[in-house]
């Protein structure tokens, strides 16, 4: 199984401002999600992108993939308090234990009003 | 909406309790999973399943053992509790259909053990 890692640990804005955060993984892989968790809670699913596919956007959402350097990111653009949350990505390929999702520590996002 | 329930938001337990937590959904997913999340450490799964009776050891399984005997329900079982078992433990099923790999998440366990 393969992990993805969220960089930075942990981002502190202003509202309004724009959040970006990244990650990297090892191998390849056949799509890559972003979930976020508020919390004390469960981790819900944000957005997939594809390995072939360079980016997509998701309201406020936009995610890329660079496979050639095996990193993508996620902007939050516009943030609000309410974006405050820990996000991670999650790499994956098909095939055996390689199909479980692995996730990282994250990236602590704090929005402040 | 995909449904996970836990059987417990907070549980609190003792040293050498046999401990049950309960996953169920509601989406005839076949996969299933357990991880248990702790400061600075993230997520680490503990065991998943692929299918009804089928279970596999994930990155830390010591002291763990699951079982899945209906489609719709995962249990994690602590054979007995330690203090170093305290954590939140999270359950996720996903489908294995081609292209729905979204997995769903529970709203995780904070287990105590004293």
């Known amino acids: 199984s393969q992990q993805g890692e969220e960089d930075p640990q942990a981002l502190s804005i202003q509202e309004g401002e724009n959040a970006t955060m990244n990650c990297s993984y090892k191998t390849s892989i056949n799509n890559l999600q972003w979930y976020r968790q508020n919390s004390g809670r469960g981790l819900v699913h944000l957005i997939l992108i594809r390995s072939n596919e360079r980016e997509k956007h998701s309201g406020r959402l936009r995610v890329t993939l660079d496979t050639s350097k095996k990193s993508s990111s996620l902007l939050i653009t516009a943030s609000r308090a309410a974006d405050t949350a820990s996000y991670f990505c999650?790499?994956?390929?098909?095939?055996?234990?390689?199909?479980?999702?692995?996730f990282g520590k994250g990236t602590k996002l704090s929005v402040k009003p | 909406d995909v449904k996970v329930t836990q059987s417990s938001r907070y549980l609190v337990k003792r040293t050498g309790e046999k401990v049950f937590l309960e996953c169920v959904q509601d989406?005839?997913?076949?996969?299933m999973f357990w991880y248990r999340q702790d400061p600075g450490l993230g997520l680490r799964l503990i065991y998943f399943s692929y299918d009804v009776k089928m279970k596999e050891k994930g990155d830390i399984p010591e002291g763990y053992s699951v079982s899945r005997e209906k489609k719709e329900r995962f249990s994690l079982i602590l054979e007995s509790a330690s203090t170093n078992q305290t954590s939140m433990y999270l359950c996720?099923?996903?489908?294995?259909?081609?292209?729905?790999?979204?997995?769903?998440f529970g709203p995780g366990t904070r287990l105590t053990v004293l």
């Open positions: 996720a099923s996903r489908s294995s259909g081609s292209g729905t790999d979204t997995q769903y």
């Open positions: 999650a790499p994956l390929r098909y095939g055996g234990s390689q199909g479980n999702l692995i």
């Open positions: 989406m005839d997913h076949e996969n």
